[in-house]
């Protein structure tokens, strides 16, 4: 089912600013494998896949919920894999390998970063690569920050460590004139600090970098900011930047490991091949030390920590940061198209209704405090509108009347999960005024 384009997926040069040569520059009618979407329609998925993306909901729910992409696997990264089971090559390992220079290249030529391959240390997933760095370093009873609205599951992998979280939200920006429908939004540099600076203050904060779920790039004066807070109160930092592959063309990713350096903040990154190139079920992640000093805490990593990632999602890893760029930008491509087609959609259908465009990855986060459909726009769109969205409730403060919508599918799901909705909001309203005027 693969295009012929995807035999040339090379990783472009510079920043996520731009398409690389060869690569589509135009959304076209199939994913970024040439797989034509009408067999992306979720009615053929949920026949052959099998993750809780498909299990989930009941068959007559559109499921835009998790982070998981509809869009077909890279024939690179599929291959990949196939050769290993081929080659029989399925035991234990002993340590990053060629994944380490793999991705090191991979962040030198797309972010400019430049990582020491003795940094890059192996964990099964982001989640793991957050939890076992701060066993290290955080003490029982200890403090960990995190910049709500968040990934939920930020909440559900700190209830493994015996430490206290603390909500610190984003600060709300102005919103341009011209983009009336937005939601802007960034650290809040002045709150951090004074969390920071109390007694207790932080032992550590978990960073989301790109933000999820607004797909925000922080700024690189924020990040740095953060950092000289960071060092100055002594507060570890992780950075999960597992968006960061799927950065927008126009837009740069910031990575923070080296604003952390030049601070003299203790930082390690988590990140992963599993968003950029939908492979998440393959286990394996990197940690990657922002200098001497934060590799010698990842050193005291239990083997498990190593041992229990899988073969083959590391040869799936080595295969997408090495190999399968193209596949990469042609994927940023169609998102950033679907990102468009929902602005569209909303203004046309959905008032009341605001949209953080992403600037990176392939998650919307939409405000529906003003659409008539109460506290939990989440249950009632899918109970009524038969449409599984992320609930806004369970990124914490700041996610109240919120959803996040999944837009790595097929541009046909989006309109019809907005039809679905746009008439549960528009019965919603017209019951309002109805009951208004009675």
């Known amino acids: 089912m693969a295009s012929e384009a995807d035999c040339h997926d090379t990783p472009r040069a510079g920043t996520g600013a731009s398409v690389s040569p060869g690569s589509n520059s135009t959304p076209t009618d199939t994913d970024p494998s040439g797989v034509p979407f009408r067999e992306l329609d979720p009615s053929i998925l949920r026949t052959q896949r099998t993750s809780l993306k498909w299990t989930r909901f009941s068959a007559d729910v559109l499921p835009l919920f998790v982070a998981e992409m509809d869009f077909t696997l890279s024939p690179k990264v599929q291959q990949a894999i196939i050769s290993r ?31 020491d391959p003795a940094h890059v240390h192996l964990a099964t ?6 939890v076992e760095p701060l066993r290290l370093r955080v003490p029982a009873g200890g403090r960990v920050a995190i910049t709500t609205p968040v990934y ?10 015996p430490v206290e ?12 004139a011209t983009t009336p429908t937005g939601i802007a939004a960034r650290l809040d540099l002045a709150a951090l600090e004074r969390a920071f ?14 933000h999820n779920p607004h797909g925000l790039l922080h700024s690189p004066s924020d990040l740095a900011e953060l950092a000289r807070l960071a060092a100055q109160y ?62 010698q805490l990842l050193r005291r990593l239990p083997p498990e920590v190593t041992t229990r990632v899988s073969i083959l999602g590391l ?39 605001a949209y953080a465009r992403p600037h990176a990855g392939y998650l919307a986060w939409l405000d529906f405090s003003q659409a008539g459909l109460g506290p939990d726009p989440f249950r009632r769109i899918l109970t009524e509108a038969k449409v599984a969205l992320g609930k806004g409730t369970a990124f914490g403060v700041g996610g109240e009347g919120h959803v996040r919508v999944n837009l790595a599918c097929a541009p046909d799901t989006i309109r019809q999960a907005v039809d679905r909705i746009a008439t549960l909001v528009a019965t919603a309203q017209a019951q309002a005024q109805n009951g208004a005027v009675s």
């Open 197 to 210: 600076a109390a007694e207790p203050g932080i032992d550590a904060l978990v960073l989301c970098n790109p």
């Open 315 to 353: 040869h799936a890893g080595i295969a997408a940061f090495r190999d399968a760029g193209d596949w990469l930008d042609r994927a940023i491509v169609q998102i950033e198209a679907n990102a468009d087609l929902l602005a569209e959609l909303i203004a046309e259908k959905l008032p009341g209704v």
């Open 85 to 115: 089971v081929l080659a029989s090559d399925t035991g234990y390992l002993d340590g990053p390998g060629e994944l380490a220079p793999v991705f090191a290249k991979f962040a030198r030529e797309r972010w400019g970063w430049q990582v």
């Open 234 to 295: 002594d507060v570890f930092v992780i950075s999960d930047e597992i968006h960061a592959p799927l950065t927008h063309r126009g837009h740069t990713f910031t990575p923070f490991a080296p604003l952390a350096a030049a601070a003299g903040a203790l930082a390690v990154t988590a990140t992963s091949a599993s968003k950029g190139w939908n492979v998440a079920g393959l286990k394996c992640s990197v940690i990657v030390a922002a200098d001497e000093r934060a590799n």
């Open 152 to 161: 939920p599951s930020f909440f559900e992998m700190l209830e493994e460590l």
């Open 165 to 176: 979280v603390v909500q610190i939200p984003l600060v709300q920006d102005a919103v341009p």
């Open 125 to 130: 997933d982001v989640s793991c690569g957050i």
